[in-house]
């Protein structure tokens, strides 16, 4: 399927033919043009992720992947610094392929730890389907054409998670090659960072799940691990044109939403938190429902 959408405001080209970019111009510049443009880098978040790239991010089920990728959205979308560190603010879509209710209490949850309001005006938009890519890709930058009228061409596209918005096979040259051609025309498209939300191995848990194509194709790699006491690790493995930052410590903390459910109990939630020292951390401040996590919808 084609895309036919186009905004009508000066932000976009018009749309690629499909996803392997057919119908675009192959250009060539100068190393002297190469040469004129900015060396600094153009950061997303900074330290972290850089504009207009490809991010890996992996972790086993339940180590809060999710919550990570949403606190990243959520931060662009704002504005908020993420751990202290300045984000370019901008629209952010994400892309999801499961959890959309939990995904709506986990916002509040973010919200309400973060001292945020709710607004129309905040350009943090979710898929009401699942991607389909790479087959519907063009279906995807339709309805990513479509809300950037509004709110504006987005700087990060957040896919959460890759087997459940993936067509094709994982583990096959032919079946990756397509996915990550998908990812690329939508990085071209808007010159946005694209982040994947993945799994780790089976047998390697070090590495993400799929063929190698996949982070050979990575300008980042984050794994999420899980730590004792409710505790989870943040580390880069790849970085292609920056210095890795340091490795980050979280944890995961319910959080009582307004609401209560039908028998009149408080509605709550989970939100990753920058995690102090050890030493510092308070017994109550993680719940023990998250020190050994067994629910699976934290992914």
Same mark, same amino acid.
């Given at each position: ?10 932000? =976009?080209?018009? *749309?690629?033919?499909? @996803?392997? $970019? +057919?119908?675009?111009?192959? #250009?060539? /510049? ?39 990728? =949403?606190?990243? *959205?959520?931060?662009? @979308?704002? $504005? +908020?610094?993420?751990?202290? #560190?300045? /984000? ?42 699942? *991607? ?168």
């Amino acid at each position: 399927m084609e895309a036919k959408s186009n905004c009508t405001n000066g932000q =976009l080209e018009p *749309a690629l033919n499909n @996803a392997s $970019g +057919r119908g675009r111009r192959f #250009r060539m /510049t100068s190393a002297f043009e190469l040469r004129r443009n900015p060396l600094s880098h153009d950061w997303l978040i900074q330290g972290f992720l850089e504009a207009n790239t490809l991010a890996l991010l992996f972790g086993e089920p339940a180590a809060g992947k999710s919550l990570l990728a =949403l606190d990243w *959205a959520a931060s662009v @979308a704002t $504005g +908020r610094a993420w751990c202290g #560190r300045q /984000t370019r603010r901008g629209t952010a879509i994400y892309l999801a392929g499961e959890g959309y209710r939990g995904l709506a209490r986990r916002l509040a949850a973010w919200e309400r730890v973060n001292g945020q309001e709710s607004s129309p005006d905040v350009p943090l938009l979710f898929s009401e389907c699942i *991607a389909g890519l790479p087959d519907s890709v063009g279906a995807v930058i339709e309805g990513i054409d479509a809300v950037a009228i509004r709110y504006g061409k987005p700087l990060l596209v957040v896919i959460d998670t890759l087997a459940r918005c993936f067509t094709g096979d994982e583990n096959s040259a032919g079946g990756m090659g397509g996915f990550l051609t998908a990812c690329d025309a939508m990085r071209l498209r808007y010159g946005c960072t694209v982040l994947i939300v993945h799994h780790s191995g089976h047998s390697d848990k070090g590495r993400a799940r799929g063929y190698s194509s996949l982070p050979a194709a990575m300008d980042a790699i984050y794994q999420l691990e899980t730590e004792g006491e409710g505790r989870r690790k943040l580390k880069c493995s790849k970085a292609k044109d920056f210095s890795p930052p340091a490795t980050c410590s979280f944890i995961i903390q319910e959080v009582k939403l307004p609401d209560t459910d039908q028998r009149g109990k408080p509605v709550t939630a989970p939100v990753l938190k920058e995690a102090p020292a050890l030493a510092e951390l308070p017994q109550a401040t993680v719940s023990p429902a998250w020190r050994h996590p067994s629910r699976t919808y934290l992914r």
